[in-house]
C-alpha cells in the first residue's frame, strides 16, 4: 500500500511525462516504466491462473496501484501510446468498473490509442463490445433481484454509460455484431429502467437491424404489445 505522499508523487511525474511526450508516439518516464514493469510481472502471474474468476479477483487486487498513474496522464496526456493506460482501461472493464473504464476510453478514442499487440481488436471495438457484454451481465444479475426500484436505479446508471460508449465509439468503424450488442444493451437497459419502452424499442430494432442474430425479437415483440397497451390505456383515460 503506498503512502499519500507516494500517490500524490506518482500522479505529478506521470502528468508531466504525459504532458511533454510527442501525440502519437510511445510514452516514456520513470512512471511509465515502473509501472509498465509492474503491469508484466502482474501478466505473468495472471497467467499461473486458471480460474476467470479467480482471475477476476486478482485484476481487483492489482488495478488501485495503477490508479495515481492513470489519474496523471488523464490529467495533463497529450496523447502519446500508452499501453499501461489501455490496459487498465480493459481490466476495469474485467472487473465491472464501467465508469472507471470509461474515463480512460475517452482520453483513448479522442486521442487514437491503439490497444496493446496481444490484442486483435482495434479500441473503440474493444470498448464498444466489453461495455455491452458486461452491462448485459450486470442486468441479468439485478433482474429479478431486490425490489424494482433498486433494478431501476442499477437500470439507470446503465443506461448513462451506455449512452457515453455509443457517443464515444459512434463515428467508429466496427462490425456490425459488435455494435449491435452495444444497442442490445441500450434497449435492455432503458427496458429495465422503465418508462423508456419508446428508447428501449428505438435500440433493440437498430440491434436487429445490423445482426438478425442478435436475439432480440421476442423483447421487441413483447414491448410493443406493452407499447400498445401503455396507448390504449391513455386513450381510455382521456
Given at each position: 500500500?503506498?503512502?499519500?505522499?507516494?500517490?500524490h508523487?506518482q500522479?505529478?511525474t506521470?502528468?508531466k511525462?504525459?504532458g511533454d511526450?510527442?501525440?502519437?508516439q510511445?510514452?516514456?518516464?520513470?512512471?511509465y516504466e515502473?509501472?509498465?514493469?509492474a503491469?508484466w510481472?502482474?501478466r505473468?502471474?495472471?497467467?499461473?491462473?486458471?480460474?476467470v474468476?479467480?482471475?477476476?479477483?486478482r485484476?481487483?487486487?492489482?488495478?488501485?496501484?495503477?490508479?495515481?498513474?492513470?489519474?496523471g496522464?488523464l490529467s495533463a496526456?497529450?496523447?502519446?501510446?500508452?499501453?499501461?493506460?489501455?490496459?487498465?482501461?480493459?481490466?476495469?472493464?474485467?472487473v465491472?468498473?464501467i465508469a472507471?473504464?470509461?474515463a480512460?476510453?475517452?482520453?483513448a478514442?479522442?486521442?487514437?490509442?491503439?490497444?496493446?499487440?496481444?490484442?486483435?481488436r482495434?479500441?473503440?471495438?474493444?470498448v464498444?463490445?466489453?461495455?455491452?457484454e458486461e452491462?448485459?451481465?450486470?442486468?441479468?444479475?439485478?433482474?429479478?433481484?431486490g425490489?424494482d426500484?433498486?433494478?431501476?436505479e442499477?437500470?439507470a446508471?446503465?443506461?448513462?454509460h451506455?449512452?457515453t460508449?455509443?457517443?464515444l465509439?459512434?463515428?467508429?468503424?466496427?462490425?456490425?455484431?459488435?455494435?449491435?450488442?452495444?444497442?442490445?444493451?441500450?434497449?435492455y437497459?432503458?427496458?429495465?429502467?422503465g418508462n423508456?419502452?419508446?428508447?428501449a424499442?428505438k435500440?433493440?430494432?437498430?440491434a436487429?437491424?445490423?445482426?438478425?442474430?442478435v436475439g432480440?425479437k421476442?423483447d421487441?415483440?413483447?414491448?410493443e404489445?406493452?407499447a400498445?397497451?401503455q396507448?390504449?390505456?391513455g386513450?381510455?383515460?382521456?
Amino acid at each position: 500500500m503506498h503512502s499519500p505522499a507516494r500517490k500524490h508523487y506518482q500522479r505529478v511525474t506521470a502528468a508531466k511525462a504525459a504532458g511533454d511526450a510527442a501525440p502519437g508516439q510511445s510514452q516514456t518516464g520513470e512512471q511509465y516504466e515502473l509501472h509498465a514493469a509492474a503491469l508484466w510481472e502482474a501478466r505473468q502471474a495472471l497467467k499461473g491462473i486458471k480460474s476467470v474468476e479467480a482471475k477476476i479477483a486478482r485484476k481487483r487486487e492489482l488495478l488501485p496501484q495503477f490508479a495515481p498513474y492513470v489519474d496523471g496522464v488523464l490529467s495533463a496526456g497529450t496523447g502519446a501510446q500508452d499501453d499501461v493506460l489501455v490496459t487498465v482501461m480493459l481490466w476495469r472493464l474485467d472487473v465491472g468498473d464501467i465508469a472507471g473504464a470509461l474515463a480512460i476510453a475517452e482520453y483513448a478514442i479522442k486521442h487514437g490509442l491503439d490497444t496493446p499487440d496481444r490484442f486483435e481488436r482495434d479500441t473503440a471495438s474493444l470498448v464498444a463490445e466489453q461495455v455491452a457484454e458486461e452491462a448485459l451481465k450486470q442486468l441479468q444479475t439485478t433482474r429479478g433481484e431486490g425490489d424494482d426500484s433498486d433494478n431501476s436505479e442499477a437500470a439507470a446508471h446503465l443506461v448513462m454509460h451506455l449512452v457515453t460508449a455509443e457517443a464515444l465509439t459512434r463515428d467508429a468503424d466496427m462490425h456490425d455484431q459488435v455494435r449491435a450488442k452495444l444497442h442490445k444493451a441500450l434497449g435492455y437497459a432503458y427496458r429495465d429502467k422503465g418508462n423508456s419502452i419508446d428508447e428501449a424499442l428505438k435500440h433493440l430494432r437498430r440491434a436487429l437491424e445490423l445482426n438478425d442474430k442478435v436475439g432480440v425479437k421476442k423483447d421487441i415483440e413483447q414491448l410493443e404489445r406493452q407499447a400498445k397497451q401503455q396507448n390504449a390505456g391513455g386513450q381510455a383515460n382521456t
